[in-house]
């Protein structure tokens, strides 16, 4: 089955964000923002996806899908916040974030 979520981010934040991303980083390995979408129970267990955006030496935007808390699929790191985020899983399902602004 495929699932999706929409989170829709208000203007000002989502350019604060962008802009943080295309500055350089404090080279911290820390979290500045989690969008969280929440699936629900498939089944098989909660199934959760965090949109992280993240300091470093360059700032990143880490897609990770959890169940039940545990990590089952990340995506590769990506630049720009607003989008469309698909994770594919061994689960047999497609669950999709979109990220769009409000």
Known sequence: MEYTQTIKVPKEKIEELQKFLDGNGEGTMNTVETFTANFGDNGEGEIEAD??????????VDPVLFQDGSEVCCLECADTLVGEYIFSTSLKDIYTVIIEQE
């Open 51 to 60: 949109i992280k955006v993240c300091d470093g030496a360059n700032p990143f």
